[in-house]
């Protein structure tokens, strides 16, 4: 009998281990979660009652952890007013607990193929303090007017309780909107719900146009998503944007720019999620030089984003890889720390300068740090976090990040080995997707996997279709080795279409 999840699973924890992160709860933290009888009754003094508004949620079909419900209605000639209302974790998971110290510890959830390692106990983020559909939940509401033209008039923060009225899914929500689709679930079955998410995704619409103006970047990269039956890997499929994560983005884009500035206005320091300027600018002028495009000297994100829009037009098949080369050269993002008075570089990618993590506090501890200096301030607390604690929470947060990130990357490349290691001798068709003195990697188009050319590289360049016969794999570390063949694939392959399609 296969048994690939629990083999994936075995290499996510070692994985896990290697980079630091703890793949369990402690004791201590196991018996502070049996010691919660249940969800926060109240978000504290003076709450206003929002149970009455269309609450709606969207995230992946199986997200049973909800860190936030929105809701949308006109606000006079040319406004609307968009509420995000964010679940207060922090009403039971209390600073400098076990449980505060393992989320503080790992910094995020880590979603690897084959297992979840949630930052909290899964009864919390999955039940107490997620804002499930027909659950009432204490929850700081980020309250926003919108212009039309994407531009925000007004805004206020402000404890709530909230009432989840539709728990939907990214993928019929965007075949819906899209007219792909029906309507989904209570979208067809709740009076209201179907033109609550029509406005919202108007807004949305003009949030994301104004982003895009002042130099948003449209990337678009390839995620494989494993897909089991049962015990066995079946696939891997291809993870692609749509319309209602869009939406979702856009609304948090939003709510977490006018948190940031909420505490800049009442002189309290703040976490920053920042992307400078790409250091490796001259090497992405370089990029874009190689296919005949400028780029100016200096860094302008507005210039890069009219180069991206233009090469998804031209050469649709090769963007996912530029789009990857760009984000590499970018360099990661980062959390730091802004002081009353102080400024910090703002987000490159975004074409944002007011940017803090605020919307995610079941799986990002930044958010959760973040909602305890909100709720501090709102209540004419000081704030829990010194200077020298959040600065040093910044810089573990952006670390942890990455080793999260590596290892979700890891258990990915084992998944892809996996699938493919009963095909040795198969061939593919598949893309050049990178050059250089460490090697030479091609993608095949189905199933969507990356792996290095060992045989037959030589004078291939980037964006080359080639078929490529499957030598070796190695599960463990995560290595798939190629050689080019000349004629077509036998018994696999893919389309000499679109990449990935």
């Not at 995000?84 to 607990?97: E, H």
């Not at 929500?173 to 029509?198: F, N």
């Not at 792996?451 to 016969?469: A, I, N, P, S, Y």
Request: glycine letters at 8%; hydrophobic letters at 40%; aromatic letters at 4%.
């Amino acid at each position: 009998m296969q048994r690939h999840r629990h083999n994936l699973k075995a290499i996510a924890r070692r994985v896990m281990i290697d980079r630091g992160l703890l793949p369990d709860f402690s004791p201590a933290v196991v018996a502070e979660t049996n010691a919660i009888a249940g969800p926060a009754v109240g978000p504290g003094p003076a709450p206003r009652d929002h149970r009455g508004l269309l609450w709606v949620s969207i995230d992946n079909d199986d997200s049973r952890d909800l860190d936030q419900v929105s809701f949308a209605e006109a606000a006079g000639p040319g406004a609307t007013r968009v509420l995000v209302a964010i679940a207060d974790v922090d009403a039971l998971v209390t600073k400098d607990s076990a449980i505060d110290e393992h989320a503080a510890h790992n910094t995020t959830s880590v979603y690897t193929a084959a297992e979840i390692f949630p930052m909290l106990p899964a009864v919390l983020s999955t039940d107490r303090t997620s804002l499930g559909e027909d659950q009432e939940r204490p929850a700081i509401v980020v309250d926003m007017q919108v212009r039309d033209d994407g531009s925000i008039a007004e805004s206020e923060i402000y404890r709530a309780v909230v009432l989840n009225r539709a728990k939907l899914a990214y993928d019929s929500v965007a075949a819906w909107l899209e007219g792909r689709g029906p309507a989904p679930g209570r979208v067809a079955s709740v009076p209201g719900i179907d033109a609550q998410l029509r406005l919202q995704d108007r807004v949305a619409q003009a949030l994301r146009t104004v982003r895009h103006e002042q130099g948003a970047l449209s990337l678009e990269t390839i995620e494989p998503r494993a897909v089991f039956d049962g015990e066995v890997l079946a696939d891997l499929r291809l993870d692609e944007k749509n319309r209602a994560k869009e939406l979702i983005e856009d609304l948090m884009i939003a709510a977490n720019g006018v948190t940031a500035r909420f505490l800049a206005a009442r002189g309290v320091p703040s976490l920053r999620r920042v992307l400078r300027s790409p250091e490796r600018w001259e090497r992405i002028v370089q990029l874009a030089a190689a296919l005949n495009e400028t780029l100016p000297v200096e860094p302008d994100a507005a210039a890069l984003e009219a180069f991206l829009c233009k090469r998804r037009r031209v050469q649709p098949d090769t963007f996912p890889d530029l789009s990857l080369a760009v984000v590499k050269l970018m360099g990661r993002g980062e959390y730091v720390v802004e002081l009353p008075g102080g400024t910090s570089p703002g987000h490159f990618g975004l074409a944002v300068h007011d940017y803090t993590h605020s919307t995610a506090p079941n799986r990002r501890f930044p958010d959760l740090a973040t909602q305890r200096l909100l709720k501090a301030s709102l209540s004419g607390r000081p704030a829990p976090y010194g200077r020298g604690e959040l600065e040093d929470l910044a810089r573990h947060c952006t670390e942890q990040e990455d080793n999260a990130n590596k290892v979700e990357r890891q258990v990915r490349k084992s998944a892809a080995a996996l699938l493919l290691e009963p095909r040795i001798g198969e061939r593919f068709e598949g893309m050049v997707t990178a050059v250089s003195e460490k090697g030479t990697w091609v993608r095949i188009f189905r199933p969507p996997v990356e792996g290095k050319m060992v045989d037959g590289f030589e004078g291939l360049d980037v964006g080359e279709r080639v078929t490529v016969e499957l030598l070796e794999t190695d599960v463990e570390r995560g290595f798939i080795d190629f050689a080019r063949r000349t004629g077509g694939s036998k018994n696999a392959g893919g389309p000499r279409g679109r990449a990935g399609s």
